[in-house]
């Protein structure tokens, strides 16, 4: 019987151990729960934060888009401009030709009492001075003299004249 009750004392010492060793694993589970609560909790919150990062992905996206869109705008419109001031360019150039021109030819012109604009020597004139209408040479000047354009010379009318309106 001793060895019965030894192995019975064995036995509750056993059981007893047992019994702690189940509360401590209770525990543990219990803690492994609510740490897997916090993990799920976790997730929702990365899941949720994931979802705001990919909305404002797709609307930086839809910016840059506007943005893309835009720079095309400005630069067809810079193109634009450029083209015009060519072509600015161009009719300045052309206006100041066309100035220069219109300047060498009134020096031929006699432009007032005791006023003249001469040519200049240095340049060939650009425009030679117009004839008169009925074809006929006009007068070269004198020698030193301005240089000026006769008043053309005009037929006589006659009667049947103003009927032919096709001749001058």
Known sequence: MKRSQQRLGELGGLIDRNGEVVKEGSTLVESVGLAM???????????????????????????????????????????QNAAL?????????????????????????????????SPDASQPPLVSAPRALDHTPAEQPEAGSPHRLDAPKRKPKSAGDEDNWESF
């Open 37 to 79: 609560q916090d993990i799920v909790d976790n997730i929702g919150r990365v899941s949720a934060l994931m979802d705001e990062v990919s909305h404002a992905s797709e609307e930086q996206t839809l910016a840059i888009d506007q943005v893309s869109v835009a720079l095309g705008q400005m630069d067809e419109v810079t193109q």
């Open 85 to 117: 001031v060519e072509q600015i360019a161009t009719a300045s150039a052309s206006l100041k030709d066309q100035a220069r021109d219109l300047a060498t030819s009134v020096r031929f012109f006699k432009v007032g009492k005791g006023a003249s604009l």
